[in-house]
């Protein structure tokens, strides 16, 4: 397809496993965002990784959560020993460079449900 | 600490009617601001942006309407058809150009035929 892809669309796990969420941005874009949107909540930045440039972490609650992007394309983010309060939608967006006025096309998002 | 602040958790009009969905913000450091839109079990879809250098940017039914002075900012839906019924996002971004999006929490607009 055109737009961004992720998946699982649905994870349901006990708390304390590891999960992988997956997303496929655009093809050519250079700009990929992971958010999260909990309960009634407005969504929440994660990390952005541009081009072949560090990272920016600066969102990730906590240590156990940890991301990459291989190739410049597939982004993959993972969340150790899972918590309850990690239940929430991870969406990711891409556009095609890291710029304040290009917008985000969001994939449908991951909901994730920690029992 | 919230900087961007959408302060009605819903909105319902008539169809044919305007809707307008409010955003506050603190960060006099945002230099864009966009609004989008999401419907259930998908993810948000851009609608329309403003910098901030503008007061007002139209796109068809859309307009943003940007108040610097008063940190504020709205979103005007004429007419408003039931197919715009969904979640709004107010939306913001820092000048440092990284691209991250700030978010208020949501509006829902429901629109009624």
């Known amino acids: 397809g055109a737009g961004v892809s992720q998946s699982p669309s649905n994870k349901v796990t006990e708390k304390g496993k590891d999960v992988e969420l997956r997303c496929d941005p655009i093809s050519g874009h250079t700009a990929l965002y992971w958010y999260r949107q909990s309960l009634g909540q407005g969504l929440e930045f994660l990390i952005y990784?541009?081009?072949?440039?560090?990272?920016?972490k600066s969102g990730l609650p906590s240590d156990r959560f940890s991301a990459e992007r291989t190739g410049g394309s597939v982004s993959t983010l993972t969340i150790q020993r899972t918590q309850q309060e990690d239940s929430a939608v991870y969406l990711c967006?891409?556009?095609?460079?890291?710029?304040?006025?290009?917008?985000?096309?969001f994939g449908d998002g991951t909901r994730l449900s920690i029992l | 600490d919230q900087q961007v602040k959408q302060n009605s958790p819903s909105l319902s009009v008539q169809e044919g009617r305007i809707s307008i969905l409010n955003c506050d913000y603190t960060n006099s450091m945002f230099d864009y601001f966009l609004w989008y839109k999401k419907y259930p079990a998908e993810g948000p879809t851009f609608l329309i942006s403003?910098?901030?250098?503008?007061d007002k940017n139209e796109d068809g039914r859309f307009t943003v309407f940007l108040n610097k002075s008063a940190k504020h900012l709205s979103l005007h839906i004429v007419p408003s058809q039931p197919g715009d019924s969904a979640v709004y996002f107010c939306a913001a971004t820092v000048a440092s150009n990284t691209g991250k999006l700030i978010f208020g929490q949501g509006t829902t607009l429901q629109v009624k035929p």
């Open positions: 967006a891409s556009s095609l460079v890291r710029q304040n006025n290009q917008p985000q096309h």
């Open positions: 990784f541009q081009g072949n440039s560090a990272p920016d």
């Open positions: 403003i910098s901030s250098i503008k």
